[in-house]
């Protein structure tokens, strides 16, 4: 039995395919959604296998914590070059 995968044609077949059911206008929002609910469901799976990925990563940081420590350091290098 044949993969569907297998054949590139058969990818660009498809693409072809979504682009005149969906349009180009609304692809992008499809992909956005599509992007949105495998995040989630990902998050609800570890969540059920009671993985939590920050204690997984302990050197792990949130991006608003990132940034964060970003600025502060690049205040404190303005400050110590000001001086």
Do not use: C, Y
């Amino acid at each position: 039995m044949a993969r569907l995968f297998d054949n590139p044609m058969v990818l660009v077949i498809l693409l072809v395919v979504l682009l005149l059911l969906f349009g180009a206008p609304k692809l992008p929002g499809i992909a956005r959604s599509l992007g949105q609910s495998m995040r989630i469901f990902k998050s609800e799976v570890t969540e059920l296998k009671g993985v939590d990925p920050e204690a997984a990563d302990p050197n792990r940081q949130d991006s608003a914590t990132k940034s964060e420590d970003e600025r502060m350091r690049k205040g404190r290098a303005l400050n110590s070059d000001g001086a």
